[in-house]
């Protein structure tokens, strides 16, 4: 597979410097600086979608229902995590019993045996003490990532479920979908440190947290970072089949995703009426190249310097807050060679493995008419291991081939029973699709002739897709299984089932003189109906007054971090940098004009209340989190 990190390394040293003024630079795959409609035009999420019955408390019954939706055996597709200190708007929740009541992160990081595509679809963080979730969930139709919230998450009440300002969201989710930190994920309960204060609770030793057990190794976080790193690429995959592939070119990307489907990730068909197509049209349309935005946050160790006081250790400095705008993970180009097979890899994460299952079945029973080639291989024994080369080489044994080499492409592991052959459970198929039906070798222990026997039973699926008609967009899973003439997808929730889903826009009910100039720059996230990050702009005119005064010592330190160095500044300037200069990327380095009024603002009200002129580094010196909240209590 093609595995896009392996790649960053080398890449991603050639996008961190920002273009010069005036340059393009590459094109976002999708804009950190457009956040989209809070609210789906198409479709809903998949999380609405499991759910429409209701949201099921506690904790650990959400995990099961959703893992029972995808067809998996408890405890086998869901991943989670304990991070008690983490960056989340939730940081602050529960001080400053941290260890007591850690966020948890569950991930849907497998696939199960039904139809239902739930893996690198559901992402949600939990925290007890605000009775919320934090859902990152799906929607195919629409083809992005919906980010939701469950309020009320409490016993003996009813959750409410609505959707989640995408402005505040996307100002740390830049690649509008999941993140997660990178190794070695010293955050979660996978650090024997954080691991053993969780299991310490009122001088009693506790094994499991949400049904979580807490002392585990790196193999959980490492799942959940493999998980987002794929998911980053749904919307990549979009973009090039919205922009850069016409029908033409997605008949063949369809085709060639379900022969690598089909032969287990093992390959499919060069075509080059397909990639130079693609390169072409891909140049036109992004001469300067596709950034891919980076799922990934630095790794952080809260507890490697953090104080025992609660405002030290929920304090994140800059360079680890998921605010601070990051560099594409990488470029990919029009010429870079893995161009065509990267797209054809994310297209097929698009399909589920029952998917696979149910073409590798209809296939079969509909070979009776099929051509059938047979290719031969001399083979010499060297105990019971063949070495065989001819129109076709392999190695193996009578019951495992290592390795099939056909028409120039390599396939591995192949099992042989009686000379019928398989693939884990699947038939084995080709990177063209077809189905390997027989290889016979020589008696054992006797050189000879060995003969692989081919179906082209992929033919008529060529066909069809052929001539459907793929100008529509976004690509969605029944479409490609009715052309295929597959049956419907047969899953836990229809559009029947949907439910409708509240909004967390509020509207102000006044703006008080003092607050005008802030909403332009602010209301996006800091008018809504959830207390983090502070709604300070929302209510009556009374309340944003309020709010503003309350909330002046870190307004004005967030502003003044614009005349700070980037790399010496404490936290990350607010408005923070944008990462996008019209679709294109390029991280702001100089603050929009209105900053050094707001700044200036700001600092009036400071002297107004203590008669003094704000000082930044007086103001810092006892720790950003020691200043006052941005809200009072109960506001």
């Known amino acids: 597979m093609w595995k896009q990190r392996a790649a960053a390394v080398v890449l991603i040293g050639s996008v961190l410097v920002v273009p010069a003024s005036g340059a393009t630079g590459p094109a976002w795959a999708v804009d950190p600086a457009d956040p989209g409609a809070n609210r789906p035009a198409h479709g809903q999420s998949l999380f609405d979608q499991i759910n429409a019955d209701g949201v099921p408390f506690p904790f ?278 893995l161009l065509a097979p990267r797209f054809v890899a994310g297209l097929a994460q698009l399909f589920a493995e029952a998917d696979a299952r149910d073409l590798d079945a209809a296939l079969t029973r509909r070979a009776r008419g099929a051509t059938r080639r047979t290719y031969s291989a001399r083979c010499s024994v060297n105990g ?88 529509g967009a976004p690509l969605a899973r029944a479409s490609v299984r009715a052309t295929l003439g597959l049956p419907p997808i047969n899953v836990c929730c229809g559009r029947g089932t949907a439910v409708p889903v509240a909004s967390d826009a509020v509207v102000a009910a006044g703006i008080p003189a003092q607050a005008t100039a802030f909403v332009a720059p602010c209301a996006a996230c800091h008018r809504t109906a959830e207390s983090s990050p502070p709604n300070f702009l929302a209510g009556d005119a009374q309340r944003i007054s309020a709010s503003l005064a309350q909330c002046a010592p870190r307004m004005f330190v967030r502003l003044a971090m614009w005349q700070s160095p980037a790399a010496s500044r404490a936290k990350v300037p607010m408005p923070p940098p944008r990462a996008s200069q019209r679709g294109s990327f390029s991280i702001q380095a100089t603050p929009d004009a209105s900053i050094a009024t707001l700044q200036a603002t700001v600092a009036e009200w400071l002297r107004a209340e203590s008669g003094q002129t704000p000082d930044l580094a007086t103001m810092l010196a006892r720790g950003y989190e020691n200043l006052r909240p941005c809200l009072q209590a109960n506001s």
């Not at 940081?91 to 400053?96: C, G, H, V």
């Not at 204060?197 to 947290?209: C, E, I, N, S, W």
């Open 384 to 471: 019971d291991r063949y070495q065989c080369s001819g129109a076709v080489s392999l190695s193996g044994t009578d019951s495992m081939i290592d390795r099939l080499t056909l028409g120039g492409k390599e396939l591995t592991r192949l099992q042989l029973r009686n000379g019928a052959v398989t693939r884990h459970g699947m038939t084995a198929r080709t990177a063209g699709g077809d189905a390997i039906e027989r290889i016979e070798l020589p008696r054992r222990g006797k050189s000879g002739v060995a003969t692989v026997t081919v179906v082209e039973d992929f033919a008529p699926a060529r066909a069809a897709l052929a001539k459907h008609d793929w100008s």
């Open 60 to 337: 650990e019954a959400l995990v099961r229902k959703i893992e029972n939706a995808a067809g998996c055996q408890s405890g086998t597709c869901m991943t989670s995590v304990l991070v008690p200190l983490s960056r989340s708007l939730q940081r602050t929740a529960a001080a400053p019993d941290f260890f007591s009541f850690p966020r948890v992160i569950a991930a849907m990081t497998a696939e199960g045996a039904g139809h239902l595509l739930a893996k690198d679809r559901v992402y949600l963080g939990y925290q007890e003490r605000t009775g919320l979730i934090e859902v990152i969930s799906y929607n195919e139709a629409a083809a992005r990532f919906e980010f939701q919230l469950v309020r009320n998450y409490r016993p003996h009440v009813k959750p409410e479920t609505v959707y989640a300002s995408r402005a505040v969201c996307t100002a740390c989710h830049q690649n509008h979908g999941p993140v997660f930190p990178r190794q070695q994920w010293d955050e979660t309960n996978a650090n024997p440190r954080i691991a053993a204060r969780l299991a310490l609770k009122d001088d009693k030793t506790r094994q499991q947290v949400y049904g979580v057990t807490i002392r585990r190794g790196v193999d959980l976080p490492n799942a959940i970072d493999d998980s987002t790193d794929r998911a980053n690429l749904f919307a990549v995959v979009h973009r090039i089949w919205r922009d850069a592939c016409d029908a033409a070119c997605r008949s063949h990307a369809i085709e060639a995703a379900l022969q690598y489907r089909l032969s287990q990730q093992q390959g499919f068909e060069a075509k080059t009426a397909f990639s130079e197509p693609l390169a072409q049209r891909f140049a036109a349309q992004w001469p300067d190249g596709l950034a891919i935005p980076n799922p990934d946050l630095p790794n952080r160790d809260p507890l490697a310097s953090a104080g025992e006081s609660a405002a030290q250790q929920i304090d994140v400095g800059a360079a680890f807050e998921a605010l601070a705008p990051r560099a594409p993970i990488e470029v990919w180009t029009a010429a870079d060679a």
